[in-house]
């Protein structure tokens, strides 16, 4: 019988189906084939075992050939089902071709498809790459390399979409001089609230005739005279207090006064401020006590002026002139319920802020502060200031992890606060959120306004590019210069950055972080942490 080059239509009823084989042995191909059913099958198992063991006996001479060949079939066997798998997909003429396929002893010349690939699951496979992220060209890294910057912690931020552009120990808390001044003051309009007014009141005593002042911690009550404007815009006079007072008591004779300034506990300087350099050379600072006239300082209407080693002495002083009397004073507390005779109340917590920090006064500050910790049950001393600032502070939902809080105004090298955590409260300033807007209305302005206006060296030369362009708190103290705020940059990208120039510097490291901030200015979104 000979193979057909095409394949069968169809079963031939007259030979017997057997399966063909790579080997034809002659004995089983000599042996004439049986006429009845169970000589057939007996015919066919014995053609079957002489197959096998012919097949059993080639492969023990050549194992190697037979690897070879066996591996032919099997490539062969499966493109031979995956054209029966297409041909009974196909329809039923194509089922039919399946099936001589299926019995025909000779196989056909039909060109075996080609599998189709599959994929190793040993091997691996590239996952999707994520999305290039931009290459940005502007360096400043020169700029941070300045020797006069000391010890730099330093971070710029795209406010609108929170990218960290620039980072120089972005995260490392250190002290920030006045730029201290941002958090107290975002502290006071979440604990105090926008309008709140500091009051200070005079109620009657315990005997007849005398009276009570009772210190609210207003720092900018005044001395001068109605008509005289004193060193705080719109500060309330002691002299009308002592007016309201003599006419609720009708005529009745003062027989004395009782002072209450327990609301600010002892004691009422910092340790770590320089008492000389700042109470008395700078005339920056005052003792913190509850009651005193503006601000304590020799001179009311100037910016910085000694201040007295008693300034509630200084303010009774004035109270007993206003009242027209010398009646003796004492200090004590006020009766409960006792009836008030008189109260001026301070500009509100918004306008307070407003000018402390445009020309960075350190008193009210340390008013604001102070009374945050009171209101948040914190207590009323310097120590109490760290728990009562970060509670304060709590709601802007910024981690506060290493800050601390030393007083109010950032005199004190013991505050530390992370840049990172000023990059993130000055987009909360730029949106003016949680009423924070007044923070950003009171940033002094490059070469415009504040404590970097006109005067103060600021933003010259080469780092003029940037003025009116830099809304930001300035900080000093003995062992560091800081800035901090927004940047409004040249190619109209919003940033916020902090920077911090520590350890061994001098004034003139003021020049050298305008020359950085400058730098920022000018490479906006294009910045590079390199």
Request: glycine share 12%; with cysteine.
């Amino acid at each position: 019988m000979h193979e057909s080059d095409q394949p069968d239509t169809g079963p031939d009823p007259s030979t017997p189906s057997t399966p063909s084989s790579p080997i034809a042995d002659p004995s089983v191909a000599s042996e004439p084939p049986t006429t009845t059913g169970s000589g057939r099958r007996a015919a066919v198992r014995a053609k079957r075992d002489g197959i096998a063991a012919g097949v059993m006996a080639a492969i023990r001479k050549h194992p190697k050939a037979w690897m070879a060949g066996a591996a032919a079939v099997v490539f062969v066997l499966l493109g031979t089902g995956s054209v029966a798998l297409g041909a009974t997909v196909g329809g039923p003429a194509a089922a039919a071709g399946v099936a001589s396929l299926a019995t025909t002893p000779t196989p056909s010349r039909t060109a075996t498809p080609t599998p189709t690939p599959t994929v190793d699951p040993g091997r691996p496979v590239p996952a999707n790459q994520p999305a290039a992220t931009r290459v940005r060209t502007c360096s400043v890294a020169g700029l941070a390399a300045d020797g006069r910057l000391g010890t730099l912690e330093a971070q710029v931020v795209n406010a609108k979409t929170g990218q960290t552009l620039f980072d120089r120990n972005g995260g490392k808390p250190g002290p920030t001089a006045s730029v201290l001044k941002t958090l107290t003051s975002a502290a006071a309009l979440a604990t105090l609230g926008p309008d709140y007014r500091v009051s200070t009141t005079v109620v009657a005593g315990s005997t007849p005739g005398q009276v009570v002042i009772v210190g609210g911690g207003d720092v900018t009550l005044s001395r001068l005279p109605d008509g005289q404007a004193s060193f705080y815009t719109g500060a309330p006079k002691i002299q009308d207090l002592a007016n309201q007072v003599k006419q609720a008591m009708g005529g009745q004779p003062i027989t004395s006064i009782v002072v209450d300034a327990s609301l600010f506990g002892a004691p009422f300087w910092q340790p770590s401020w320089d008492e000389h350099e700042e109470r008395v050379v700078e005339g920056s600072t005052p003792y913190m006590s509850a009651l005193m006239v503006d601000g304590d300082r020799d001179d009311p209407t100037a910016v910085e002026s000694p201040r007295s080693t008693d300034p509630v002495a200084r303010a009774v002083q004035y109270f007993q002139q206003y009242l027209g009397t010398s009646v003796g004073v004492s200090q004590g507390a006020a009766p409960a319920g006792a009836r008030q005779l008189g109260v001026v109340q301070s500009q509100p917590v918004t306008t307070l802020i407003d000018q402390a920090m445009r020309v960075s006064d350190n008193t009210i500050m340390e008013e604001l502060a102070r009374l945050v910790a009171i209101k948040n049950g914190a207590g009323n001393t310097f120590d109490a200031l760290n728990s009562g600032v970060l509670a304060g502070l709590k709601g802007y939902g910024i981690d506060t992890s290493g800050i601390h809080i030393a007083d109010g105004s950032g005199l004190s090298g013991d505050n530390a606060v992370p840049p990172s955590y000023l990059t993130q409260l000055f987009i909360k300033v730029l949106n003016r959120q949680n009423g924070l807007g007044v923070v950003y209305d009171g940033l002094p302005v490059a070469g415009k306004s504040g404590t970097l206006g006109p005067g103060y060296n600021r933003f010259t030369g080469s780092s003029a590019v940037a003025r009116g362009a830099v809304f930001a708190k300035t900080g000093w103290i003995d062992h560091g210069y800081t800035l901090s705020g927004i940047v409004n940059a040249a190619d109209g990208t919003p940033l916020t950055f902090a920077v911090f120039a520590l350890g061994n510097v001098g004034d003139n490291a003021k020049q050298a972080i305008d020359s950085l901030v400058a730098g920022f200015y000018n490479c906006g979104d294009n910045l590079s942490n390199g």
